[in-house]
């Protein structure tokens, strides 16, 4: 499976090897016995084998002439594969976890990803306290961006028949959260064959926001190359103050409560 990431050179192999300007990288693999929380098929999940490899992760990619670049805005750029597959009655999807609070800020870390084959679905959750304020559920295929805002946990779907290939920019200097969506059992809700169903371990969830993934007319092509070219354009994942001057300003599209 050859990838389109200009100016890169990526290919990943059908043992899941990625061929990374001509470095061989093993994944760091998702398997069902990590997703034993998170799962609304109990029964699936007892009956299965729990080696079952779920989605890779290539993580901190970049070409050696940009490592300083990186390094120096402390962003980080990630490859994440992940093969059709059924979880008993849910679509296949990731372990789903929140951002932390930029140190002294109320605003959480943001991340930016790029959908690189196939289509699937980003389940956003946003938090105050115990409470869920807002659930978004953004439809998005191939060349499609989308933004996780400041203080909304997330977690990506892959309800088709095909690989649902992404990439994306985030902050390199914090650790994510998975113990708050571990501890409900999931996300707000799951993704199920025969529809949306709500995880009644959270109270007074308001109904999802189902939208498609919106153009970002200030980032025109791929998301490694524009970080590239122009770093500034990517400040708001390590400032997310600036997500909301950038929104209001219509250089990113406003999707949020």
């Known amino acids: 499976m050859k990838l389109n990431i200009s100016p890169l050179r990526v290919e990943i192999k059908p043992n899941f090897t990625l061929l990374f300007e001509g470095r061989k990288i093993k994944p760091n ?3 069902l016995s990590e997703m034993r929380d998170v799962l609304l098929d109990k029964e699936f999940y007892r009956k299965s084998d729990k080696r079952i490899k779920l989605y890779y992760m290539y993580r901190d990619l970049h070409r050696k002439d940009d490592e300083k670049i990186f390094y120096r805005e402390r962003i980080r ?3 994440t594969v992940i093969p059709p597959k059924r979880l008993g ?3 296949v999807k990731t372990a789903g976890h929140y951002h932390p609070a930029v140190k002294g ?11 690189l084959r196939g289509h699937g679905l980003f389940l956003l959750q946003k938090r105050d306290g ?6 978004i559920i953004i439809e998005g295929k191939k060349g499609d961006k989308i933004i996780v805002p400041p203080n909304y946990g997330h977690i990506t779907i892959n309800n088709s028949k095909s690989f649902l290939v992404m990439c994306n920019l985030v902050s390199s200097v914090f650790k994510s959260c998975y113990r708050p969506i571990k501890q409900k059992h999931g996300g707000a809700y799951f993704i199920c064959v025969d529809g949306i169903k709500k995880n009644e371990r959270y109270e007074n969830l308001p109904k999802p926001r189902i939208i498609k993934a919106r153009n970002i007319k200030s980032m025109r092509g791929n998301i490694y190359k524009l970080f590239i070219k122009n770093p500034k ?7 997310p ?3 909301y001057k950038m929104e209001r300003a219509g250089l990113l599209p406003k999707i949020t409560k």
């Open 130 to 135: 115990n409470k869920i304020t807002d659930v």
């Open 77 to 79: 750029f990630d490859i």
């Open 233 to 239: 354009m990517f400040e708001f994942l390590n400032k």
């Open 241 to 243: 103050e600036k997500y």
């Open 89 to 91: 009655i849910e679509f």
């Open 29 to 31: 693999i998702r398997r």
């Open 105 to 115: 800020k109320k605003y959480s870390y943001i991340e930016i990803y790029e959908i």
